[in-house]
């Protein structure tokens, strides 16, 4: 078996050029970043998206083949974990519908949970195919797929963004792998999920959603993000990626920001009083604060996964988002996971009292962080080696442990 390969540093280019009458001249000026190769700032109009590339390179994923084939921990431990999951099995049975409703409430929804199942399932089988190379998994991911994109055509109800936010995500990352690992998915088949995709998921994750919660735009940008590489979609990939420079300051708080958080255009907080109320009334803000902390953790964990994934979706397209927010990320990584620890909220964070609920969301920027760019993260690592190996929420983040522990890629 190929060892695990190596860590190398990857390296940040920006490319400027200057056209006159008589002469082309092409000045480079480079910066450094961890790990492996060429970064540009952004990616041509004309150039090609690097597939397969949605939140996993095939560096990346050769490295989790060689693990489990190697015997080695915990990643061996993760894929087991995966593979007898009930979306592992290969007499697993798609259930798709043609509107998914589901409503912000507590009323009962319809195609909600089994959308957000099958495309989990389309994902897992997408990686027992490219670990174990057996074309049952393949089939298995092709015909969830292939159920849904004969079916569905809208999302409704007032959770209709959230709901296509999750799925969306998952569905591409799954696809991602399917049609760009040789798995021998039918061209035409191919087509009507692109069209599906771009029809019943991309104009739900799209809108605008200037005053909702911010883990609704992150959810949403890791959809549309993942969406846009798989549908080659250049125009809105870069729309995406300018979401995510408005929310991502704008949810995780700095006291380089001012005694107050930042905003996202748009939004109808202005005052003190409203923006401390959009931040479930806190009025004191300390480096790595979410907008969410004093609602749930949880919630801030979808957010933290969601940048994650966004961030790592456009380092694989040669986009380093990661770099422009990275001292927040790790603010934010590192006082989420001191107090689901366990440390002892002070009063004047959310009154003393905070819901430790975060699941399986550290892993992805956890790894770029500490293996990319050497930051020392101490309590996020100390979550995460107790809580792996991470499984799945069943919304949108899933083995996590065993995709991106430790695994930079090249």
Not at 31 to 56: C, E, T, Y
Request: glycine content about 8%.
């Amino acid at each position: 078996m190929s060892p695990v390969r190596r860590r190398t540093r990857r390296v940040r280019t920006a490319v400027c050029v200057l056209l006159g009458p008589l002469l082309m001249a092409l000045t480079a000026s480079c910066g450094m970043v961890g790990g492996g190769h060429a970064m540009a700032q952004a990616r041509p109009d004309d150039g090609g998206f690097n597939h397969p590339g949605v939140l996993l390179s095939k560096d990346q994923l050769d490295t989790v083949r060689d693990r489990v084939d190697d015997g080695k921990q915990p990643w061996l431990r993760a894929y087991l974990t995966m593979r007898d999951s009930k979306y592992g099995a290969l007499d697993y049975r798609a259930n798709p519908f043609t509107t998914v409703q589901c409503p912000p409430d507590t009323r009962p929804g319809h195609g909600c949970v089994e959308e957000r199942e099958d495309a989990v399932a389309a994902y897992t089988q997408a990686l027992l195919w490219y670990i174990t190379r057996e074309k049952a998994h393949a089939a298995k991911a092709e015909e969830i797929m292939d159920a849904w994109s004969a079916r569905v055509r809208r999302h409704t109800d007032g959770n209709a963004g959230l709901q296509a936010a999750w799925s969306g995500s998952t569905w591409a990352r799954a696809a991602e792998i399917v049609r760009h690992t040789g798995a021998g998915w039918p061209r035409a088949r191919v087509d009507r999920f692109a069209a599906m995709l771009r029809t019943a998921y991309q104009p739900e994750v799209t809108k605008p959603v200037p005053d909702y919660n911010g883990n609704w735009d992150l959810a949403m940008t890791d959809a549309a993000v993942g969406i846009a590489v798989f549908l080659d979609d250049h125009d809105a990939f870069d729309r995406a990626l300018d979401r995510f420079r408005a929310r991502v300051p704008a949810y995780f708080y700095l006291s380089s920001d001012g005694k107050l958080p930042k905003t996202v255009p748009g939004s109808s907080s202005r005052t003190p009083d409203e923006i401390r109320k959009y931040w479930f009334g806190q009025d004191t803000f300390t480096d790595g604060l979410a907008q969410e902390s004093c609602r749930n953790f949880m919630h801030v964990g979808y957010s933290l996964a969601a940048t994650g994934h966004i961030a790592e979706t456009a380092w694989h397209q040669g986009v380093d988002l990661y770099s422009g927010v990275k001292d927040r990320l790790a603010a934010a990584l590192e006082f989420h996971a001191r107090y689901q620890l366990g440390a002892k909220a002070p009063a004047r964070l959310c009154g003393g009292k905070v819901e430790r609920t975060m699941g399986p969301d550290v892993e992805v920027p956890l790894n770029h962080l500490k293996n990319r760019a050497g930051v020392s993260l101490p309590e996020t690592e100390k979550l995460a080696a107790k809580t792996r190996p991470e499984g799945t929420d069943d919304l949108f983040v899933a083995w996590e442990t065993l995709t991106h522990d430790d695994n930079p890629g090249a």
